[in-house]
C-alpha cells in the first residue's frame, strides 16, 4: 500500500464506516451515557473524549508501521478490538467498565481508520474513495439516529450499533494485503522509505486540522444538549433532525465527489470553513426547532464536503500514506478534545457563547488551510491519463528520475559514417542479386 494502486475501494470504503461511525454517533453516545448513568453532561463529555483520544493515539502509533504489520492483520486486529470494546460497554451498566470497554473501542476504531486513511492515500483517486467513505458512514449514522430512539433508552444502543458494524466489516478485511510481502513492484522496498516530502505544509494542515476538529466537534458533542435543554426538543425529534442533517450531508458528500479535484481545494476549504463558523453560530444560539434544524443542517451539509477535501489534500502530500495518517490522527486528537471542551465552554458561558468563540477560531483556521492548498496544488487540479504499465501496474512518479546516489552509467561513443552513399543502396526494393547465393565454402 505505498504506491498508487488500482485495487477495489469498497474494502477501503467498509473499514472508514466501521472506524468513523464512533464519532458520528458521538451526540447520542454522550447524551445518552449522562441520561442512563450516574455521570453529569461534563464527565459524560470527557468519556467521549476518552473515546477519541483512544482512536487518535492509535493512529499516532501505526503511522509508520502499516506496512511492516500488514494493513489486513491490521485491519483485523482494529475490528476486533471494536467489537469487544464496544460491546463490553454496551452490555455493562458499571462506569468502570463502560470507561474501559471505550478506550478498547477506541483503539479498534482508530486502527481501522488507519488502514483505511493508508489504503486512501494509495489510490489513484484519494478523493473519490474518501467521499464514498463519507457517503457510507453518514447514511449509516442517519439509520441509527433513526433507530435508536424507537429500541428504547440506555447507553448500550449506539454503543452496540458500533460494535455490530465492526462485525459485519471483517469480511471485506479478506481483500486487504496480507503483509509486507505484496508490496506492488513500484513500490520502495521495505526499511528504505523515502523522508516525509512536503514537511512544513504537513505540519501546517495536521496542527489546522487538530484545531478545525476540536471546533466542529465541541459543538457536535453538546449538540444533543442544544436540542434538549436549550431548544425544548424531545429526544425523537432530535434525532430526525440528526438524520436530516446527515441526510444533508449525504448531498453535500455528492456535490463534492462531482466536483473532485476540478476546482482545486483552496476554495472549498477556505470557503467551506468559514461558512461552517456561520452554521455553528446559528446552532448554538438555536431556541427553537426551525433554527436548530436550520443551523444543523446547513452546518452537516458543510462539514463533510470540506473534511473530504482535507483528508484528500493530506492524502495527496505523501503517496505513502503517512501524511493522510498522521493529519487524520491529529484531526482524531483535535475530535476527541472536542466533547469535552464543549461541555467546559457551555458550563462556563453558555451555548451562545460557545458558538461564538468557536466560529471566530474557525475563521482564522480557514487562512492556513487555504494556503497550504495553494501551495501544494496551486489551484485547479487538470490531470490526463496516467501511464500504465503492462499487467496494470501503475508507474511510481519517481520511476523515471534518477536518484542522487545512483551510478553514473558510462558514455558509449557512436560513430557515424557521413560518407554519400552509393546510387546503388536507393535502387528499387527487392533483392538486387536476382542469381543463386554461393554455395558456402568446402569443409
Do not use: K
Amino acid at each position: 500500500m505505498s504506491a498508487r494502486t488500482t485495487a477495489p475501494s469498497w474494502p477501503l470504503v467498509a473499514l472508514f464506516t466501521a472506524g468513523y461511525l464512533a464519532p458520528y454517533l458521538l451526540p447520542t453516545t454522550v447524551g445518552r451515557l449522562d441520561a442512563a448513568l450516574p455521570l453529569s453532561a461534563t464527565q459524560a463529555g470527557a468519556v467521549g473524549s476518552l473515546l477519541l483520544l483512544s482512536s487518535a493515539a492509535a493512529g499516532f502509533a501505526l503511522a509508520s508501521r502499516i506496512h511492516r504489520l500488514g494493513a489486513r492483520r491490521l485491519a483485523r486486529a482494529g475490528l476486533l478490538l471494536a467489537v469487544a470494546g464496544y460491546g463490553t460497554a454496551a452490555l455493562s451498566a458499571s462506569v468502570p467498565v463502560v470507561i474501559a470497554g471505550a478506550l478498547v473501542g477506541g483503539l479498534g476504531s482508530g486502527t481501522a481508520t488507519t488502514v483505511a486513511a493508508a489504503g486512501t492515500a494509495a489510490r489513484r483517486d484519494p478523493h473519490r474513495t474518501t467521499t464514498l467513505g463519507l457517503l457510507s458512514v453518514s447514511a449509516l449514522a442517519a439509520a441509527v439516529y433513526l433507530t435508536v430512539p424507537h429500541l428504547g433508552p440506555g447507553h448500550g444502543l449506539p454503543l452496540a450499533a458500533v460494535a455490530l458494524t465492526a462485525a459485519l466489516v471483517w469480511p471485506a478485511t479478506a481483500h486487504l494485503p496480507a503483509g509486507s510481502g505484496e508490496v506492488p513492484a513500484t513500490a520502495h522496498r521495505p526499511g528504505s522509505t523515502p523522508p516525509l516530502p512536503h514537511r512544513r505544509a504537513g505540519l501546517v494542515l495536521a496542527a489546522a486540522m487538530l484545531c478545525w476538529s476540536l471546533a466542529q466537534n465541541s459543538l457536535w458533542g453538546v449538540s444533543s444538549h442544544i436540542g434538549t435543554r436549550q431548544a425544548g426538543l424531545g429526544e425523537a425529534t432530535v434525532g430526525v433532525v440528526f438524520a436530516a442533517a446527515l441526510g444533508a450531508g449525504l448531498l453535500g458528500v455528492l456535490c463534492a465527489g462531482a466536483l473532485g479535484p476540478r476546482i482545486g481545494r483552496a476554495l472549498p476549504v477556505g470557503a467551506g470553513t468559514a461558512l461552517i463558523a456561520v452554521c455553528i453560530v446559528v446552532s448554538a444560539g438555536a431556541d427553537g426547532l426551525t433554527s436548530f434544524a436550520v443551523g444543523e443542517i446547513a452546518w452537516n451539509a458543510l462539514y463533510p464536503v470540506v473534511l473530504s477535501y482535507l483528508i484528500s489534500l493530506a492524502a495527496s502530500l505523501d503517496p505513502h500514506g503517512r501524511w493522510a495518517v498522521l493529519a487524520g490522527s491529529a484531526s482524531s486528537l483535535g475530535t476527541a478534545c472536542g466533547p469535552l471542551t464543549g461541555s467546559l465552554l457551555s458550563a462556563a458561558a453558555g451555548y451562545p457563547a460557545m458558538g461564538w468563540v468557536l466560529a471566530t477560531a474557525l475563521v482564522l483556521l480557514a487562512v492556513p488551510l487555504a494556503g497550504v492548498a495553494l501551495r501544494t496544488t496551486g489551484g485547479p487540479v487538470l490531470r490526463g491519463p496516467e501511464p500504465v504499465l503492462r499487467g496494470g501496474a501503475v508507474p511510481h512518479p519517481d520511476a523515471a528520475v534518477p536518484h542522487a546516489s545512483a551510478v553514473e552509467q558510462p558514455v558509449v561513443e557512436i560513430t557515424v559514417d557521413h560518407s554519400r552513399p552509393r546510387q546503388r543502396e536507393f535502387d528499387t526494393a527487392g533483392p538486387q542479386n536476382s542469381g543463386p547465393s554461393p554455395a558456402p565454402p568446402a569443409s
